[in-house]
């Protein structure tokens, strides 16, 4: 469903994480409105699937979703490494290829996931594919400094975009 929205909107997943309560996207929009049109219809297209399976009526959501501009690469990888680690932080695996309902395995290992559309940010990480891979695990070698977590957790409770601080 997320892929077909996305698709439809004109959105490229980069990374997700699907929490027992949230959802963390990383994407990038082809136009100014594309990722709200993809929330919309996703939201839409979840909410009667959700309702019809359960026998319900009713919203789902407590409220808008939330997003932030990612201003700069160095933030880019931040926020993907910040989206893939949440289970991590969440004490739900010890390692974020731990967790199935996520982009790690297939930006870190290689997994095959249509979902998943390359940024050209991962792409430079090195030439070769199988490079890819273990470049970005690298990355996951740091822990993200609690600065760094609260500077992409009020960016994104704000709206505002990520990127000019830090």
Same mark, same amino acid.
Not at 128 to 138: G, I, K, N, T, W
């Given at each position: ?5 996305? #698709? ?7 990374? +997700?994480?699907?929490? @027992? ?28 699937? #959700?309702?019809?399976?359960? @026998? %319900?009526?009713? $919203?789902?959501?407590?409220? %808008?979703? %939330?997003?932030? =501009? ?5 933030? #880019? ?18 390692? =974020? ?8 395995? $297939?930006? /870190?290992?290689?997994? &095959?996931?249509?979902?998943? @559309?390359?940024?050209? $940010?991962? *792409? %430079? !990480?090195? &030439?070769? =594919? /199988?490079?890819? +891979? ?5 990355? #996951?070698? *740091? /822990? ?6 609260? *500077?992409?957790? &009020? ?5 505002? =975009? !990520?990127?000019?601080? !830090?």
């Amino acid at each position: 469903m997320l892929r077909e929205c996305a #698709f439809d909107a004109g959105c490229a997943v980069h990374a +997700y994480v699907l929490m @027992t309560n949230h959802v963390h996207l990383l994407l990038s929009p082809d136009t100014s409105d594309s990722a709200s049109m993809m929330m919309q219809r996703l939201g839409q297209r979840y909410v009667q699937y #959700f309702n019809r399976r359960h @026998t %319900r009526t009713g $919203t789902l959501w407590e409220g %808008r979703f %939330r997003s932030s =501009p990612v201003e700069d690469e160095r933030y #880019f990888l931040i926020c993907q490494r910040y989206i893939e680690l949440n289970p991590v932080r969440a004490n739900m695996v010890h390692a =974020p290829a731990d967790y199935p309902w996520s982009s790690h395995r $297939t930006n /870190a290992y290689g997994q &095959k996931n249509v979902l998943i @559309t390359p940024h050209l $940010t991962y *792409e %430079r !990480l090195a &030439k070769a =594919p /199988a490079d890819h +891979y273990a470049a970005y695990r690298d990355l #996951f070698a *740091e /822990a993200l400094s609690e600065e760094v977590l609260d *500077e992409v957790r &009020k960016a994104g409770n704000s709206n505002r =975009p !990520l990127g000019t601080r !830090l």
